[in-house]
Each structure stands twice: as structure tokens, then as C-alpha cells.
């Protein structure tokens, strides 16, 4: 299998090349490594974005197209790790309206053991305390693209503590606007710069 045709056609947006790659290591290939390489095409999508190369469209499409592989290799990534790592929360914040980057992390989520609760996009903090009471939630993932998405992830945290539940849940942002300075003073425990760390991170929460 040659995984650089894999991110040269991920990083291209080129759409029928990658799927033809990806449907070749569904027959007879190592699905973790087409992952790895799905993940550098998008890391370059995101270089050419900011150096003005690519627009929003392509990053949208990139999305779109990530999502897709990520659909035809769910059955086999389920399969790698048996180990099932219960609910959890994931939504894109209060008026946030993106969901590409959150889809992209939920088929992850999905692939790595999780059952995902996605509350889609725009979701206000009442809504996630809802449902992390209902279902007895301890991890929650916010997404977000907008800079004032940081201000509602600060505010959901906020009113997860004064909801008295924050000692019993780990909270990880991630999106465009994240960083480690944003991720303090939101007052959530970890923070996401790709999908792949966002996995880790929560799997190592729910082994804990």
C-alpha cells in the first residue's frame, strides 16, 4: 500500500483518488496507517488555509471528504480496539454553527470505543447539563470555529460548576480558535489541536 498516495490525495481534495485508496486498504491494508495519513493531508489542508492557498470551501470540502473515509473505514477501526469506553458528550457551543471538525471527531470518537452523544451545533450549556445528568456523563468534548466560541465554552463550564457537576467531569475544547492560553482560562482540562489528540486524551480519561 502506498499511505503517501493517501495524504497527497487527502491534501489535494482530491475526492475519487482517495476513496480509491481507502477501499484498497479496506481489502488489504493497515487502516491506522491510512488514518495517519488521512490526518497529515488534512494537517496540510490547514497549512495551505493559512497561508491563503485554500478557502473556506475547500476546508469545508476537505471535511466532507475526510468524513467519507472515515465512514468506510469505521468497520475495521471499531474492530482494532475492542475496548469499549462508555458515553460521552460531544457538541459544537453555543452559537457555533460548524460541524465538519466535530464530525470528524465523532467518527474518531466512534472508531476508538466511544459511544458519542453528538447534540449537533449551537448548543446551549443548559442542554449539555441536561443530558450529561440523564445519561451520567464524566467526559465532554466541545468544539467550536468562531473566536466566540471560546466565550461560550467558558460559559458552559461555568454553569457545569455552578451546576455543582464539575469535580465529576473532564472537559476537552478543541477548534480553530483553541490553545493552550484559551483552554486556562475557559477552565477546561485539556485542549485539542487534531481529532487524533482529542481520542487519545479521552481514552486515556475513561481507562483512568
Not at 484498497?24 to 488521512?38: P, Y
Not at 470555529?145 to 451546576?163: F, H, N, P, R, W
Not at 486556562?184 to 482540562?189: E, F, H, L, Q
Request: hydrophobic content about 45%.
Amino acid at each position: 500500500m502506498d499511505y503517501n498516495a493517501i495524504k497527497e490525495a487527502m491534501q489535494e481534495l482530491d475526492e475519487d483518488a482517495l476513496l480509491e485508496q481507502i477501499n484498497k486498504v479496506m481489502e488489504d491494508g493497515d487502516v491506522n496507517q491510512a488514518l495517519t495519513a488521512c490526518q497529515e493531508g488534512m494537517n496540510e489542508v490547514g497549512k495551505r488555509f493559512e497561508e491563503g492557498e485554500y478557502f473556506v470551501g475547500d476546508l469545508i470540502f476537505a471535511g466532507e471528504i475526510m468524513v467519507e473515509a472515515m465512514d468506510i473505514m469505521k468497520p475495521a477501526l471499531a474492530g482494532t480496539g475492542d475496548a469499549k469506553y462508555g458515553k460521552m458528550i460531544l457538541c459544537t457551543v453555543k452559537d457555533d454553527l460548524h460541524d465538519i471538525g466535530k464530525n470528524i471527531v465523532k467518527a474518531m470518537l466512534e472508531a476508538g470505543g466511544f459511544e458519542v452523544i453528538d447534540l449537533g451545533i449551537d448548543v446551549s450549556p443548559e442542554k449539555i447539563i441536561e443530558a450529561a445528568k440523564k445519561d451520567d456523563i464524566h467526559i465532554i468534548a466541545l468544539s467550536g470555529v468562531l473566536t466566540l466560541a471560546l466565550d461560550s465554552m467558558k460559559a458552559t463550564v461555568d454553569a457545569i460548576k455552578e451546576a455543582g457537576m464539575r469535580d465529576q467531569v473532564k472537559i476537552i475544547v478543541g477548534g480553530n480558535p483553541v490553545s493552550e492560553e484559551a483552554c486556562a482560562t475557559i477552565g477546561a482540562d485539556e485542549w485539542a489541536y487534531s481529532p487524533q489528540k482529542t481520542v487519545n486524551v479521552c481514552q486515556g480519561w475513561a481507562a483512568a
